[in-house]
């Protein structure tokens, strides 16, 4: 079977467009391929944390993945920072990458646009993310179109080392999903859903109670006219509140769009609010379960135990490809 590797930083509440974009996506994967998912507690550090926040939103985040239906005993669900052969690999690939190719990455210039210091961790993080990757030998790593860059430059690191040290990693393909990949904003549809916005509004929590999501919904904009109709170049709004509905329905868009013929937006946002409060609704009462029996802890830990069998096989050759005494 193929791996799959990918992770979501604790940073922020995790957002609808999470869980469409990724966590159901990861809940597919797994029952096919060798999966890990991890919480990339490594990654958050690169911007400063509060630790006790940091804490708190790494096993909130883990016990998400959980309640949205990951199945522990068919992937691996850690914390990045309990397999250490994440930053010992991740420091090797910094001295295969260049100041050039990460004064390139976009995340970069917009993390650090405007401040007066920036951490050197911001800078280099890319080696460890495709780190997080190679660790693994991973075949395949769900990403969203921002994301991209990174996956090329961990392809690039990659060849460059299987070209000085000999053939050893593979290239890692990234997994897109051509439907729901990318849930945008409720008040801007050309911005994605993000768990950093600072307008609460813009988005809908995986945790907002059923009254929020309506509130959210309600006032969420739309585009003039008042046809229900999927059109992402002209209907931006209404096309990424028709792909909510669809992804969390299970109907087709056109059967969204046929649904809503001849009804303006008011019924369709209403109905829409009520078709994601009972999609939430399974995954809030699991998580609450998960984080009240405390089963979070030994799950992370059996994860990071099978993570780390294979993160070790993978570092013990590149060690010895490079060049390192054997311990």
Known sequence: MKRVLSGIQPSGKLTLGNYIGALKNFVTLQHDHVCNFMVVDLHAITVPQNPADLREQSESVAALFVAAGIDPAKANVYMQSHVRQHAQLGWMLTTLTSMGELERMTQFKDKSAGKESVGAGLFVYPALMAADILIYNADLVPVGEDQKQHLELTRDLAGRFNSRYGEYFK????????????????????????????????MIALLDTPDEIRKKISRATTDSGREVRFDPANKPEVSNLITIYSQCSGLSVAEVEARYEGQMYGPFKKDL????????EPLQQRYRDIRQSGE?????RQGA?????MAEKTLTDVQQLMGFLPY
Request: no cysteine.
């Open 171 to 202: 290239m890692p393909e990234p997994y897109i999903p051509k439907v729901g990949a990318r849930i945008m904003s409720l008040d801007d549809a050309s911005k994605k859903m993000s768990k950093s916005n600072p307008n609460p509004g813009s």
């Open 273 to 280: 609010a009520e078709v994601v409060v009972s999609e939430l």
């Open 296 to 300: 979070i802890r030994s799950i992370l």
């Open 305 to 309: 135990e099978k993570a780390s069998e």
